[in-house]
């Protein structure tokens, strides 16, 4: 009979790094920010920047834009090589971080820095201000929403535009896809990361509620956490309204950020409204 085997000392360390209910997923972006551009379609960027620029010229607005929701400025930085003062606001303070580097890299500058979009208060005003990659779900409670617009209205110029990039939900309650690997990537440091997603819909009360079970290896260690934040469900007419009611006037809808993504319900993955302040 042989002995038992001894683990080897290159065995993995498994620690649970504990779990988040609500907060937006700040600790979910803390822990992925690093490797955030890199987890996601990188034609995400080249399209976005594309479908932006092709807004700004048909709209005839100047060069100041504000991106309250700007995350790694990953989507602003080829706007800022075209010529545009990009200001970029985030509330995580991680991807502000990797935002300063990626500037830094890409050898421009611009002013970005920690706020949150519903106290943003920066003294001045914007030809667009962007909130994009479902930020604006975030704000499940109606005070938050209307705090908000409000911020948004006060920081742009008259007949500037408003270009809110939110998650279509009602393609999602119509083709449920709420059990999923969300995330399978390994970094060229080794890092492996894996999310799953464990969501669930609240009709009746309009939200949605996304669980992210995420497992990061590096080296010999293995962290596990679970994140929890609910997300406001918006529908096309209810959105307008509230533009209109916060003093915006809606122009146009689209189903991505990129040209040619016709909007339509059931189908389109994002809901992208441009809108005019009145």
Request: hydrophobic share 40%; net charge positive.
């Amino acid at each position: 009979m042989k002995g038992r085997q001894r683990s080897s000392d290159s065995s993995l360390r498994v620690r649970f790094s504990g779990s988040e209910h609500g907060k937006a997923h700040a600790r979910w972006y803390r822990i992925i920010a690093e490797h955030y551009d890199r987890l996601y379609d990188p034609r995400r960027v080249t399209r976005a920047s594309a479908f932006l620029r092709y807004l700004f010229h048909r709209h005839a607005i100047g060069r100041d834009v504000l991106d309250v929701a700007c995350g790694t400025f990953a989507i602003d930085l080829p706007l800022v090589k075209r010529g545009y003062q990009v200001v970029g606001r985030d509330r995580s303070e991680a991807m502000i971080r990797v935002a300063r580097r990626n500037l830094q890299t890409a050898g421009v500058t611009a002013d970005v820095d920690r706020a949150e979009m519903q106290s943003l208060h920066l003294g001045r005003r914007f030809d667009a201000l962007l909130c994009l990659g479902t930020a604006f779900n975030y704000l499940a409670s109606s005070a938050d929403v209307h705090k908000a617009l409000r911020n948004f209205r006060d920081h742009i110029r008259p007949k500037g535009l408003l270009v809110l990039d939110l998650t279509n939900f009602d393609a999602w309650i119509q083709h449920p896809n709420n059990v999923r690997a969300e995330v399978d990537y390994r970094s060229v440091d080794g890092t492996k990361i894996a999310i799953f997603a464990f969501n669930e819909q609240d009709v009746r009360k309009g939200i949605h509620h996304a669980r992210f079970l995420t497992v990061v290896q590096r080296r010999h260690r293995t962290d596990i956490g679970f994140d929890e934040a609910p997300l406001r469900i918006w529908k096309k007419e209810e959105l307008a309204r509230a533009l209109r009611a916060a003093g915006f006037r809606p122009l146009e809808w689209w189903g991505d950020l990129r040209l040619g993504a016709k909007y339509e319900r059931s189908q389109s993955p994002r809901i992208v409204s441009v809108s005019s302040s009145r």
